[in-house]
């Protein structure tokens, strides 16, 4: 059902999509009327950033390769120096969230442009949003400085990207677009969005699994994580991001894994509430929401439990407290019993209940 009235926020960022876009970096790097640019990349990905400088050329200042999950600000003062003295105007950020969260952070503080190039499906590079850490603290924030400019999505990157690591940063993007289809602030434009992403994602995981250097279905995975990317930016999250925030930033689990284990449990949570808004879900999948995407999760060898996370059960009594205070709004009333039960089944890894 059309709904009454809604705001749609817009989508500004230039997107570059193909198999061998990554050779059209210097030309977007121009285009912006930028002279130069840093690469950045975590350590595990610096030959790969290096290897794209030397072929920018005079376009490319050099290479800083300390991105961290998390964004702490330490790393980021250090990459800042790095900025300023290789005299780039322009930040390209070469993998995943974390080297892309790295890339906002030195836009928002010096007004540099971002040519983002992601290796991951985890979508942060649609957004305008970045979360950083000092002391031990994750603080979240929005601002339009921090949005991209460009984004280039070559497909041949994301072939190196490990099985496992596909599954569970697909899942993290499908529990972007799952959570956009209940959103407080959702629109029809975002819901199509939102609802293709899923269906896209349904397909491509099973495909990568079964063979990882699939270009059809890296494709399509690809074009499905570019637009749920675009749903975390256009709306409100809700209890599904807050319990993974509140995993991630209490007990240092895994991003993207903390997403893949708790998204079938935190939508048969709120499918219950919301079953019309829902139910693309159960038309992709053939079955409840929860249930499809506990299904999907299982054939594509997705993790299921959390105690494989390392998390102890007095962890789950302290992440229902706080998955309860402030919590994001939410289709259904987020309740202390049931969310403790929800953790507990995505604890032992049993089928949503
Ligand atoms: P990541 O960026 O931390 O990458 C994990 C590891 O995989 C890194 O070592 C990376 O170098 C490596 N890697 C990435 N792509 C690869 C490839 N194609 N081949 C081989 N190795 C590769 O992981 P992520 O899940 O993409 O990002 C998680 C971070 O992003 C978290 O900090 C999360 O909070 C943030 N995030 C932010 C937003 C936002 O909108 N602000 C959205 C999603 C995620």
């Not at 279905?217 to 256009?234: D, E, M, N, P, T």
């Not at 999948?285 to 054939?299: E, I, S, T, V, W």
């Amino acid at each position: 059902k059309l709904p009454d009235s809604f705001v749609f926020p817009g989508i500004t960022s230039r997107v570059v999509f193909g198999a061998g876009s990554l050779a059209r970096t210097g030309e977007e790097i121009e285009r912006l009327g930028s002279k130069s640019a840093l690469v950045l990349s975590t350590p595990q990905q610096e030959e790969q950033a290096r290897d794209l400088s030397d072929k920018l050329g005079f376009l490319g200042a050099g290479v800083f390769s300390g991105a961290a999950m998390h964004t702490p600000v330490s790393v980021t003062e250090a990459a800042l120096e790095a900025f300023r003295t290789s005299g780039a105007d322009c930040v390209v950020s070469l993998g995943g969230g974390s080297t892309t969260g790295l890339g906002k952070a030195i836009a928002t503080r010096t007004g540099a442009d971002q040519v983002v190039i992601p290796t991951t499906y985890a979508g942060s590079e649609m957004t305008d949003i970045l979360g950083e850490t000092q002391g031990g603290r994750k603080t979240t924030r929005r601002d339009p400085s921090i949005l991209p400019e460009t984004v280039i999505y070559d497909i041949d990157l994301t072939l190196s990207l490990p099985v496992a690591m596909s599954v569970t940063s697909g899942l993290n993007a499908v529990a972007h677009s799952a959570e956009g289809l209940y959103a407080s602030n959702r629109n029809p434009v975002i819901s199509l969005l939102a609802v293709e992403s899923i269906r896209a994602f349904s397909q491509a995981l099973p495909a990568i699994v079964e063979k990882p250097q699939d270009p059809e279905a890296r494709k399509l995975a690809q074009y499905a994580a570019w637009l749920s990317g675009i749903v975390l930016g256009g709306v409100a999250m809700a209890l599904h991001h807050k319990i993974c925030h509140t995993l991630g930033g209490t007990f240092d689990t895994p991003h993207a894994e903390t997403h893949a284990i708790m998204l079938p449990h935190t939508i048969a949570y709120n499918a219950v509430a919301a079953p019309g808004l829902l139910q693309p879900l159960q038309d992709i999948f053939g079955m409840k929401p929860g249930q499809g995407l506990y299904d999907l999760a299982k054939r594509i060898e997705a993790p299921t439990r959390l105690v494989d996370l390392g998390l102890t059960e007095a962890d789950l009594d302290k992440a229902a407290d706080i998955a309860v205070e402030n919590p994001y709004e939410n289709p259904r009333p987020v309740e202390r019993e049931a969310i403790r039960q929800l953790l507990q089944d995505a604890f032992d890894g049993r089928e949503p209940s």
